[in-house]
């Protein structure tokens, strides 16, 4: 996904404040707990399948360091960062272990700049991709299951469950095309920028860093991409209206 460059401090300071506002919110508001411990699998597939889609687009692209360094898997104890996780659990976004490619090993059918845009986009679209199938699983449960299950607490959880990770999918592949490094979508667009643009971008790099800590710090982040996550959503259960 992405990989920090600025000190970590910052990073376990945020983190701390986080998880004691949570937990002040866990005291006063018991039902929290439960939504946490819900989201749990789907952070994990989130995650997961996230990194995997790098790893194997960039193998696809003829890049062996990511099965090389064994993460051409689905095991979630491969993929996890323990920071990025708690993020994720904790803010709503987050990231996974940095999955590392070699783009000078990619295909020369395309230039080393779109093949890592593919790789880069390969993450995003697999949890887009995700939250699709999850949204057709909840609609077929919904469907053909029956009031009494879906209403029952087993069918709750289970419901729970599978729209957290439909939501979670979603804002983490949003996110993550945010044209900001270290985010995916930095790499993303660079096929598309003019050279001075992209020469530019390239020497400010630091300066995109610091705005990327910024809107996160302050929540602009979730601003920014609460439209979209909504269109998206939107978008999903739409199609899957359409197909159930």
Avoid at 110 to 129: C, D, F, R, Y
Avoid at 179 to 205: C, H, T, V
């Amino acid at each position: 996904m992405f990989n920090f460059s600025f000190d970590r401090r910052i990073i376990y300071i945020i983190i701390a404040i986080m998880v004691l506002s949570t937990v002040v919110n866990y005291i006063s508001n018991p039902g929290a707990l439960f939504g946490l411990l819900v989201s749990i699998p789907g952070v994990l597939i989130a995650i997961t399948f996230h990194e995997f889609a790098h790893g194997f687009a960039a193998y696809k692209l003829g890049d062996n360091t990511a099965k090389n360094e064994g993460r051409l898997s689905l095991n979630p104890l491969d993929h996890l960062d323990p920071i990025g996780t708690l993020m994720l659990l904790f803010a709503g976004f987050g990231w996974g272990k940095p999955v590392h490619v070699n783009p000078m090993n990619y295909t020369r059918k395309m230039s080393m700049e779109k093949g890592e845009a593919i790789v880069s986009v390969a993450g995003p679209l697999m949890n887009i991709l995700l939250a699709f199938v999850f949204a057709i699983i909840y609609a077929l449960i919904y469907k053909f299951a029956g009031l009494e299950f879906i209403e029952s607490t087993v069918g709750y959880i289970i419901m729970m469950l599978i729209s957290y990770t439909i939501s979670i999918n979603i804002g983490l592949g949003v996110f993550n095309l945010i044209p900001l490094p270290p985010l995916d979508g930095s790499k993303i667009i660079m096929p598309f920028l003019p050279y001075n643009a992209k020469q530019w971008f390239r020497n400010n790099e630091y300066i995109f860093y610091i705005v990327f800590v910024v809107i996160w710090i302050t929540g602009i982040a979730g601003w920014i991409i609460s439209p979209a996550i909504t269109a998206i959503s939107n978008g999903i259960m739409n199609l899957v209206g359409l197909i159930i």
